[in-house]
T-cell receptor
Framework: KAGVTQTPRYLIKTRGQQVTLSCSPISGHRSVSWYQQTPGQGLQFLFEYFSETQRNKGNFPGRFSGRQFSNSRSEMNVSTLELGDSALYLC????????????FGPGTRLLVL | DAKTTQPNSMESNEEEPVHLPCNHSTISGTDYIHWYRQLPSQGPEYVIHGLTSNVNNRMASLAIAEDRKSSTLILHRATLRDAAVYYCILRSSQYSGGGADGLTFGKGTHLIIQP
């Protein structure tokens, strides 16, 4: 079974631009979570989607948003990029609601110049 | 989620057992103890989890103290491929409103394996 895939793997943007990252969960997984990883703050939870609805959200500004499609694929969007948004963005999928194990993708490395 | 405390780094030799400690003195009765690891340039990877009893799987063993205030991840025979950051995470078995609560990662333990 294919793992979690994320596209693109690397991205360079400039301040003020917006970016959309994509995540395809493991087949049959319906929950998708997003995380941001930076050297200073470590791994932080952004939000989680299940059945096309955002169920949980971490402590991030409204510039960070996401959505989930009927096939469970998910996208996250960051508008008005800031230098501090440079990070590794990780997507994780889970089988069902309340499933404890999350399976992570390789991440998208975003550099904001 | 309750807080966990882990050593910043540990070093071990290849082919020797490794014991990675985690303290979680404020753990609640419904909290599971999870371990994930992150190899260089990869996303985190699930290792093992447990509630009260010790657990074994093909990757590792999890030893949980009787009072559940601490646990130890045991790699029985470390290889160079086990060099990674290991995260001990508590997750409540009670989910409110559906959906999976986000994992709360601390700084983890950076495991160094010497050949």
């Amino acid at each position: 079974k294919a793992g979690v895939t994320q596209t693109p793997r690397y991205l360079i943007k400039t301040r003020g631009q917006q970016v959309t990252l994509s995540c395809s969960p493991i087949s049959g997984h319906r929950s998708v979570s997003w995380y941001q990883q930076t050297p200073g703050q470590g791994l932080q939870f952004l939000f989680e989607y299940f059945s096309e609805t955002q169920r949980n959200k971490g402590n991030f500004p409204g510039r960070f948003s996401g959505r989930q499609f009927s096939n469970s694929r998910s996208e996250m969007n960051v508008s008005t990029l800031e230098l501090g948004d440079s990070a590794l963005y990780l997507c994780a999928s889970s089988l069902v609601v309340g499933q404890e194990t999350q399976y992570f993708g390789p991440g998208t490395r975003l550099l904001v110049l | 989620d309750a807080k966990t405390t882990q050593p910043n780094s540990m070093e071990s030799n290849e082919e020797e057992p490794v014991h990675l400690p985690c303290n979680h003195s404020t753990i609640s009765g419904t909290d599971y103890i999870h371990w994930y690891r992150q190899l260089p340039s990869q996303g985190p990877e699930y290792v093992i989890h447990g509630l009260t009893s010790n657990v074994n799987n093909r990757m590792a063993s999890l030893a949980i103290a009787e009072d559940r205030k601490s646990s130890t991840l045991i790699l029985h025979r470390a290889t160079l491929r086990d060099a990674a950051v290991y995260y001990c995470i508590l997750r409540s078995s009670q989910y409110s409103g559906g959906g999976a609560d986000g994992l709360t990662f601390g700084k983890g333990t950076h495991l160094i394996i010497q050949p």
